[in-house]
T-cell receptor, first 110, second 114 residues
């Protein structure tokens, strides 16, 4: 079973708009990570936020973490066609594995 | 620096056969993890190895096994294949720490069982 639940399952936006996706998880975590996957290929790490951090930025990405609500959000600003992909949150509970959510499929329309 | 290399990239097997998948981690990475990805179950953790020791194992039947060699390369084996084993098998490596940091994934081995 998966640790995380992501919302929405799919998202379609216009180029230049922002995309926001949410992740909820069940257990205490060490850190939470976001990954991107293009069409059945390998996953690419985007950003890691530790349990004692509340917000983190990387380029056009902004991640928030609320450990009291066991939830995180990923914001992609000024989206581009190249951002079309599936996005996964993954949690580390200090047990040598990541537990992945079901993913959000983002389509950016030109 | 070369990335994580998985071989073969694609393979087709029939029910009852067995398969071995190989993974070469990034140089200097000592931790190797395996994940199974299917449309129905998503990304499921299979196992994690460090210095030839399995540190964690996912909830898969005993038909799924793995190992890591002294050069950190890893293999996983699935015996008595079933149709439901059709999936993308992803290997990932990382620098060993006390917690799981960033994982570097290979492109995967896509297994089709007929």
């Amino acid at each position: 079973s998966q640790q995380g639940e992501e919302d929405p399952q799919a998202l379609s936006i216009q180029e230049g708009e922002n995309a926001t996706m949410n992740c909820s998880y069940k257990t205490s975590i060490n850190n939470l990570q976001w990954y991107r996957q293009n069409s059945g290929r390998g996953l690419v790490h985007l950003i890691l936020i530790r349990s004692n951090e509340r917000e983190k930025h990387s380029g056009r990405l902004r991640v928030t973490l609320d450990t009291s609500k066991k939830s995180s959000s990923l914001l992609i600003t000024a989206s581009r066609a190249a951002d079309t992909a599936s996005y996964f949150c993954a949690t580390d509970a200090n047990d040598y594995k990541l537990s992945f959510g079901a993913g959000t499929t983002v389509t950016v329309r030109a | 620096k070369a990335g994580v290399t998985q071989t073969p990239r694609y393979l087709i097997k029939t029910r009852g056969q067995q398969v071995t998948l190989s993974c070469s981690p990034i140089s200097g990475h000592r931790s190797v993890s395996w994940y199974q990805q299917t449309p129905g179950q998503g990304l499921q953790f299979l196992f994690e190895y460090f210095s030839e020791t399995q540190r964690n194992k996912g909830n898969f039947p005993g038909r799924f096994s793995g190992r890591q060699f002294s050069n950190s390369r890893s293999e996983m084996n699935v015996s008595t294949l079933e149709l439901g084993d059709s999936a993308l098998y992803l290997c990932a490596s990382s620098v060993d720490r006390s917690y799981t940091g960033e994982l570097f994934f290979g492109e995967g081995s896509r297994l089709t069982v007929l």
